[in-house]
């Protein structure tokens, strides 16, 4: 069974920065993506960023420059760097993980099926 925990999540000024991260634990070692995704107040769902076993990297154009995905070597801990923060970033930021949907539908939120509790992020202007 696949169990993710964020973390790091809080309130900044635009144009601060903030790391998000994910603890990892019950996935299989190939062939796994993980990601970040949020949730605006009355927004759906969107991808932000996705990682997969190879270290293959997929971001939302939205976020490309400005946010970085990583993990650590061990693999048990997925990290969101969020630099340049924007009034616009503010989201309830979840992780996630599946096996690899297609490389034209990692950021697609239906395509994964376990996630995290989700941590807020506020940016204020």
């Known amino acids: 069974q696949v169990t993710l925990k964020e973390s790091g999540g809080g309130s900044v000024e635009a144009g601060g920065s903030v790391t998000l991260s994910c603890a990892v634990s019950?996935?299989?070692?190939?062939?796994?993506?993980m990601g970040w995704f949020r949730q605006a107040p009355g927004e759906g769902r969107e991808g932000v960023a996705v990682?997969?076993?190879?270290?293959?990297?997929n971001y939302a154009e939205s976020v490309k420059g400005r946010f970085t995905v990583s993990r650590d070597h061990a693999k048990t801990t997925l990290y969101l760097q969020m630099t340049s923060l924007k009034p616009e970033d503010t989201a309830m930021y979840y992780c996630?993980?599946?096996?690899?949907?297609?490389?034209?539908?990692?950021?697609?939120?239906?395509?994964?099926?376990?996630w995290g509790q989700g941590t807020q992020v506020t940016v204020s202007s």
């Open positions: 019950g996935y299989p070692r190939y062939a796994y993506c």
């Open positions: 990682i997969d076993s190879d270290d293959r990297l």
């Open positions: 996630a993980a599946d096996f690899c949907p297609p490389l034209n539908s990692r950021l697609r939120f239906e395509r994964y099926s376990s």
